[in-house]
């Protein structure tokens, strides 16, 4: 009989790890049912789905939304998905979840169980779906639908929305590189991921991908920085850290998908004034620096094209910052071990990094390399470790005791940042619910009448977690937390064996 991965009755060892800043200890677990996480990992979009809903939806409680949208403006933008716990369809976090949801499969595809491999392309389509519709017409893309402002004013259920679905667009000469070349990477992956299952659909995305590109290059600049949409999309996805790694980013999963020098050409050549050797330690929605090296790096690694070996030292430069013995680390943990960076939505970099480790030691192991950080020789298996500790932490091994992921284990949270999720479902209460009229349900104190099954949250940087509806920084669940951790759930379903 299997324990459950998260009772405290579990046959434990200790690890004492010690770094520069921090002495932490881990609780290691005697086994998790990584398959039954990977399936709840990707199970969460759906919950997070946008528009009509198809009648193999396994998330019952949702219903069709936003099927309006785009429809003011004489356009199709309905589907997609909505990026956390409102009902926003923001377009530059959309494209990033995509282009990591693809990468899960093109690096891990065939280690997910046949079903879920289905899972994760039908979990990526949604997407690439509604990507297409928004650079549908020539030189201009559509980037968000919906005003965050007045919808996180409301605590409503998608089904009920009826905040003003404004329409927000960049057309050239305005720019929207970092949108667009985070949509074109996100296409260009997703055609990878296509590719054997609907060769079509994955020729579609590769054509559609360039052309993106294009308009990506040839109008250089962030979207953000247009006057007429920035106050819809900032704060919320403003773009802080500029557009030349979406630019590179972009560049690089063409040259992957397509094999073009035109696109080897351009990482090459544009990599410093584009600032790819800046060794900016970051990988997320807004950055792709680090996600950038490790993938840029596998060409150099692999193909021995040498003329990319700043790519491969940026990345061994990264790997170095996590390794607590290493002369350069300097990555945060909380006592309990998990990785920290302050800030909101601490999660996405714990799953994005390890997914950026797994990935990387893959890419060493079938070329027999190691990372040399100073004095310490790093081996692919000690970045498996670095990367297990992560999601094993997430599932259960941790102080509290607890999974961060709703409905996997046998203690998780009960009251994430999530309307449609802390609302009745239309399915058991068909009555409008208006905008302050679902204050009562963000205010309660009891657990969400529906599980997002899959939503991953997380504790503070104190390892404590209150489980606190209305404390979103921990709370709230986002598409770009759950897609890198598809393709580490996936490579842990294949190696269930422990690493220590």
Known sequence: MR???????????????????????????????????????????????????????????????????????????????????????????????????????????????????????????????????????????FVQVGDPNADHNCWERPEDMDTIRTVYSVAAPNTASDVAGETAAALAASSMAFKSADPGYSETLLRTAVRVFEFADNYKGAYSDNEDIRSGVCPFYCDFDGYQDELLWGAAWLRRA????????????NGKTLGAEENINEFGWDNKHAGLNVLVSKEFLEGNMYSLESYKASA????????????????????????????????????????????????????????????????????????KRQVDYILGDNPMGMSYMVGYGNKYPQRIHHRGSSLPSIKDHPEFIACKEGSVYFNSSNPNPNPLVGAVVGPGEDDIYNDDRADFRLSEPTTYINAPLVGVLSYFVAHQNPLY
């Open 3 to 141: 324990l459950s991965s998260s009772s405290l009755h579990l046959l434990v060892s200790l690890t004492l790890i010690l770094s520069p800043s921090t002495i932490f200890v881990l609780v290691k677990s005697s086994s998790h049912d990584y398959l039954d996480a990977l399936s709840k990992c990707i199970l969460f979009f759906e919950g997070q789905r946008s528009g009509f809903l198809p009648q193999d939806q396994r998330l019952n409680w949702r219903a069709n939304s936003g099927l309006g949208d785009g429809s003011t403006y004489g356009i199709d933008l309905t589907g997609g998905y909505y990026d956390a716990g409102d009902n926003i369809k923001f377009g530059f976090p959309m494209a990033f979840s995509t282009t990591m949801l693809a990468w899960s499969v093109v690096e891990f595809g065939d280690l997910m169980p046949p079903n879920e491999l289905r899972n994760a392309l039908v979990a990526i389509k949604w997407s690439t779906d509604y990507l297409l519709k928004t650079v549908s017409q020539p030189d201009r893309i």
């Open 258 to 269: 397509s094999q073009s020098d035109t696109y080897l050409n351009y990482i090459q050549y």
């Open 316 to 387: 061994d430069s990264f790997m170095c910052t996590l390794i607590p013995e290493s002369s350069s680390s300097h990555i945060e943990y909380t006592p309990g071990g998990l990785i920290y960076k302050p800030g909101g939505s601490n999660m996405q970099h714990v799953t994005s990094i390890a997914f950026l480790l797994l990935v990387y030691a893959n890419y060493l192991s079938r070329t027999s390399q190691t990372v040399n950080c100073g004095s310490v020789s790093v081996s692919p298996e000690s970045l498996h470790q670095q990367a």
